[in-house]
């Protein structure tokens, strides 16, 4: 491990004039955010071609930075500062560049190019570290293309759920035909799992997406824990007709019965502190403006901080939802898609990251993150630990208006850095 201790951070991140990092890393995610799905904002969902050019920029970022780095079989992106010792273990830095609709440009981004900065500094000052250090740029987090989340980090962690394969995005074309047509092969995947006895933690950097670190005037926060989430496709099959000349009460309007569902789901989950439910898609396929709707699809993510209550709302919407089928003479489908557990930050993670504030000269402040993120893949996998990075417009994130400054950037990046520079086993 480090030799005796001894803190080389100050030392080498004095090499680094104050700010470098920060500005550095705001460029890198202007540049990135210049490939896009959509003209008018940025949007880069799993293996597009705006998706794969940002994975090829990674890379090219990555090798120049002094890592070895390839494009695994999913899309991962993953970068190599290999240790003076071949055999040493793996601590992994990680997080994902794929992005929601209409997306900000920090939201997993800046985990990656937090971890680039650092290495290329190590690099530029001739280090190498006693252990070896992968940066991973996880390709599909959001889950936005297929409906489910984590399937880069998932396949590093060795949970990748072969049922993926089969979902389908929205022109039809299912996971595992996209991973071939880009020349990926899915039967590879189970070999991209790390070896458990192999790692020495998993660590990721993440703009908050919310106001804490605001109203607690710090640049960055040390995570607690990760609220998992359940996610559900519903369909509701009712019967289309005539705008103009069905009586309101001969109808069974599949949009109207959605309205139901989305509104039920808002005044249960108000009901309880820490109690989230979103419908973020709804959608009559094949709509007309004078047509009943006789389909209407929706999306529901559930989450609480804690579990009980989390289910203790889906056994109540469920209920809700027998109901609506019986008032409204309607088919109801729910299919759940996915399942996370909420995930605690290890306590050595924590510490970790608690000194490394300390010896920043900020006090250390611990938080839970509502939102999910790629470190639940590695929970019972390795030691997970995250530090949040406040962002400004009051959190505000999975949006435009999604911002950060240099200067946060900055100290989180000498923060990462002064933790893999005084990391022992
Ligand atoms: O949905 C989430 O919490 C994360 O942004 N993927
Ligand atoms: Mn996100
Ligand atoms: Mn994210």
Known sequence: MVSGGQTHAKASAAVAAPGTFGARILDLADRLAKWSDSQDNLTCTYLTSAHRAVAGQLREWMREAGMTAEIDTVGNVVGRFAALDPGAKILIIGSHYDTVRNAGKY????????????????????????????????????????????????????????????????????????????????????ALARQAQKLLGYLEVHIEQGPVLLQEKLPVGIVTAVAGSVRYLISIIGVSGHAGTVPMTA?????????????????????????????????????????????????????????????????????????????????????????????????????????????????????????????????GITDIGMLFVRCGNGGISHSPLESLTADDADVAARILLDVIMNFQE
């Open 251 to 379: 109808r069974n309007d599949a949009a109207a019965a959605a309205a139901e569902i989305v509104l039920f789901a808002e005044r249960r989950c108000r009901q309880a502190q820490g109690l989230v439910g979103t419908v973020g898609q709804l959608t009559v396929p094949n709509g007309a403006i004078n047509v009943i709707p006789g389909r209407c699809e929706l999306s529901l993510d559930i989450r609480a901080d804690d579990v009980t209550k989390r289910d203790a709302a889906i056994a109540d919407l469920f209920a809700e939802i027998e109901q609506i089928k019986k008032r409204r003479g309607v088919a109801i489908e729910v299919a759940e898609v996915q399942r996370t557990p909420t995930v605690a930050c290890s306590p050595r993670m924590q510490g970790l990251l608690a000194d490394a504030i300390v010896r920043a000269g900020i006090r250390p402040h611990y938080l839970p993150s509502g939102a999910g993120h790629d470190a639940v893949m590695f929970d």
């Open 107 to 190: 939201d997993g981004r800046l985990g990656i190019l937090a971890a680039l900065v650092v290495v290329e500094h190590l690099n530029a000052i001739g280090r190498r570290l006693p252990f070896n250090f992968e940066v991973i740029a996880f390709s599909e987090e959001e889950g936005v293309r297929f409906g489910t989340a984590y399937l880069g980090s998932s396949a590093v962690a060795g949970r990748f759920d072969r049922q993926v394969l089969e979902r389908r995005d929205a022109s039809g074309l299912s996971v595992a035909e996209l991973i071939r047509s880009t020349g990926g092969n899915p039967d590879a995947i189970p």
